[in-house]
């Protein structure tokens, strides 16, 4: 069964502070992985689609890793408006989307 | 603006009320999405629309009845909701393959 977990369900951390977050996923046929960063009140914000274990992919602060069992969105020097819900997803061979349940990052000044 | 428009951004119901949700999007994206997010849940996908066609349908109860009129607009009409049924409702468009969904602000729904 197609399956995405997140970990940890939340996470505070110091400004400036780096940590990773964690996305384990089992699928058949992974055709993508996608990070999505969520604020409250506000719909999912694309941030990085990965497709082949070892891809990497760079925005700012963040950086996304891939492996065939799990991704990791690595967070560096964080700073407060960083704080968000961040989800990943899995898209198999059907390409349909499986959600993880999101880690919610707090970063304190 | 995320380029898919949702509204109402809040909208508070009874149990007894008929109402409906509206999304839009111009990004000429083919295919259209109804998502429900509870508090600590995965995201759970409700219907899936490609060129205006119904091809999903996740068991979802029949108080709630999508509508596609065109590849641009999306509705979720409901009636006799339960008050679980509260919750953020999001609209998300993609291209036909289903890569890059880009979301809107998503309704929340309160059933009283």
């Known amino acids: 069964e197609d399956q995405v977990t997140q970990s940890p369900e939340a996470l505070r951390l110091q400004e400036g502070e780096s940590s990773s977050l964690n996305c384990s996923y089992t699928v058949s046929g992974l055709r993508g992985l996608f990070w999505y960063r969520q604020d409250p009140g506000k719909g999912p914000e694309f941030l990085f689609t990965?497709?082949?274990?070892?891809e990497e992919k760079e925005k700012e602060r963040l950086k996304a890793t891939l492996t065939k069992k799990e991704s990791f969105l690595h967070i560096t020097a964080p700073k407060p408006e960083d704080s968000a819900t961040y989800l990943c997803a899995v898209q198999g061979s059907n390409y349909q989307l499986i959600w993880g349940a999101g880690t919610k990052l707090i970063i304190k000044p | 603006e995320t380029g898919v428009t949702q509204t109402p951004r809040h909208l508070v119901m009874g149990m007894t009320n008929k109402k409906s949700l509206k999304c839009e999007q111009h990004l000429g994206h083919n295919a259209m999405y109804w998502y429900k997010q509870s508090a600590k849940k995965p995201l759970e996908l409700m219907f899936v629309?490609?060129?205006?066609?119904?091809?999903e349908n996740n068991s979802v109860p029949s108080r709630f009845s999508p509508e596609c009129p065109n590849s641009s607009h999306l509705f979720l009409h409901l009636h006799t909701l339960q008050p679980e049924d509260s919750a953020l409702y999001l609209c998300a468009s993609s291209q036909e393959n289903g890569n890059g969904y880009t979301f809107g602000s998503g309704t929340r729904l309160t059933v009283v």
């Open positions: 990965l497709y082949s274990a070892g």
């Open positions: 629309y490609n060129f205006k066609e119904q091809t």
